[in-house]
T-cell receptor, first 112, second 114 residues
Framework: DAGVIQSPRHEVTEMGQEVTLRCKPI?????LFWYRQTMMRGLELLIY????????DSGMPEDRFSAKMPNASFSTLKIQPSEPRDSAVYFC??????????FGPGTRLTVT | QKEVEQNSGPLSVPEGAIASLNCTYS??????FFWYRQYSGKSPELIMF????GDKEDGRFTAQLNKASQYVSLLIRDSQPSDSATYLC??????????????FGRGTSLIVHP
């Protein structure tokens, strides 16, 4: 199994631009999580899906952030418009049921 | 008060010593507890999980859980420089729809010096 796949691995963009982060979970996993990690705030849960349905998006910082999961093998996290304070590492993770989570390699986002 | 608390460190120990990492949590209903290791620039990886009070051992790692005190710890015996990383404590909380969702602490940085 290839594990959780994220793209791009690095993204540098200018303030105001739209950013789309992508995630392919492990096949057969029914939960998908999006996290943001910064030095100041640690690892924060943004949103999670169960069977492609968003369950809790209370961690999404504001309306500029949106996430979709159109099918079991793909999810996106979009930031529009991006701001410098969105600079962070964004992780996607998946799991089967209530078992351990598997994290992707992360996307390092820099907004200038 | 953050739901999962960890000392940020760094915790510095000599090679061969026992490293003790601690975590407290606020939700008494929490049922499962995890320790993840994160190397710099990498993603978190699970190294231990524990559900029941007491100790759970796996190689050089021992997880200890005390639900009455709302405390979970990780002991690393015979610490090696390769153990130098940030260790994240995660506690599953009961969420909507009957699922259990982890809340992470901010992690403790461990440095093992030769």
């Amino acid at each position: 199994d290839a594990g959780v796949i994220q793209s791009p691995r690095h993204e540098v963009t200018e303030m105001g631009q739209e950013v789309t982060l992508r995630c392919k979970p492990i096949s057969g996993h029914d939960y998908l999580f999006w996290y943001r990690q910064t030095m100041m705030r640690g690892l924060e849960l943004l949103i999670y899906f169960n069977n492609n349905v968003p369950i809790d998006d209370s961690g999404m910082p504001e309306d500029r952030f949106s996430a979709k999961m159109p099918n079991a093998s793909f999810s996106t996290l979009k930031i529009q418009p991006s701001e410098p304070r969105d600079s962070a590492v964004y992780f996607c993770a998946s799991r089967q049921g209530g078992t351990r989570q598997y994290f992707g390699p992360g996307t390092r986002l820099t907004v200038t | 008060q953050k739901e999962v608390e960890q000392n940020s460190g760094p915790l510095s120990v000599p090679e061969g010593a026992i490293a003790s990492l601690n975590c407290t949590y606020s939700d008494r209903g929490s049922q499962s507890f995890f320790w993840y290791r994160q190397y710099s620039g990498k993603s978190p990886e699970l190294i231990m999980f524990i559900y029941s009070n007491g100790d759970k051992e796996d190689g050089r790692f021992t997880a200890q859980l005390n639900k009455a005190s709302q405390y979970v710890s990780l002991l690393i015996r015979d610490s090696q420089p390769s153990d130098s990383a940030t260790y994240l404590c995660a506690v599953n909380r009961h969420a909507s729809g009957g699922s259990y969702i982890p809340t992470f602490g901010r992690g403790t940085s461990l440095i093992v010096h030769p």
